[in-house]
């Protein structure tokens, strides 16, 4: 069974700080991982999606990267704004016999401090 | 296209009410998928459909659940004789095949009293 981890929990910087949001995954084998943010009582906005055979997705002031022999993935965010507070959700896709099931982590909520 | 739509956004009812809630995804995507979310946890996946034919469900969902997508276009959940255990933000999301980007709705609150 595919477990997702993301540490820490919850982290606060100050504005222009560029941070670093971890993701672990047990299961090597997916197709597939997405970074989410979700502001508070929204759905969620699909930030990357990194497939399984590259090793690192940029847009903007975001870079996510990928290992999955060691099932990590890091997601960057350069110079931090307050409109960045928020949510941040990691989602593996993988087989789990024969469908294509995407497992969450519990997310990391984010808050810069202007 | 204005993206993945979810109806109604908020839905209070009474324990053993039987509640429905549409979802419309991004036209052309052939995926379909349902989650549940409560506070402080992220989505769990329930079900999901690759045009009208419903692939796999999980462990969630129980016999008082079902989900339908019966043309292929807009989905519907809905819950039979509903239990405050079931208080939580439902989620819809669709993608163009079945490992692309998925794409999320609003949701629907659903709060049972």
């Known amino acids: 069974k595919q477990e997702v981890t993301q540490i820490p929990a919850a982290l606060s910087v100050p504005e222009g700080e560029n941070l670093v949001l971890n993701c672990s995954f047990t299961?090597?084998?997916?197709?597939?991982l997405q970074w989410f943010r979700q502001d508070p009582g929204k759905g969620l906005t699909s930030l990357l999606l990194i497939q399984s055979s590259q090793r690192e997705q940029t847009s903007g002031r975001l870079n996510a990267s990928l290992d999955k022999s060691s099932g990590r993935s890091t997601l960057y965010i350069a110079a931090s704004q307050p409109g960045d507070s928020a949510t941040y959700l990691c989602?593996?896709?993988?087989?789990?016999?024969?469908?294509?099931?995407?497992?969450f982590g519990t997310g990391t909520k984010l808050q810069v401090i202007p | 296209d204005t993206g993945v739509s979810q109806n109604p956004r908020h839905k209070i009812t009474k324990r053993g009410q039987n509640v429905t809630f549409r979802c419309d995804p991004i036209?052309?995507?052939?995926?379909l998928y349902w989650y549940r979310q409560t506070l402080g946890q992220g989505p769990e996946f329930l079900t999901y459909f690759q045009n009208e034919a419903q692939l796999e469900k999980s462990r969630l969902l129980s016999d008082r659940f079902s989900a339908e997508r019966p043309k292929g276009s807009f989905s519907t959940l809905e819950i039979q004789r509903t239990e405050q255990g079931d208080s939580a933000m439902y989620l819809c999301a669709s993608s163009l095949d079945g490992v692309g980007t998925q794409y999320f709705g609003p949701g629907t609150r659903l709060t049972v009293l």
């Open positions: 989602a593996v896709q993988g087989d789990s016999g024969g469908y294509q099931k995407v497992t």
């Open positions: 036209s052309e995507h052939n995926r």
């Open positions: 299961d090597s084998a997916i197709y597939n």
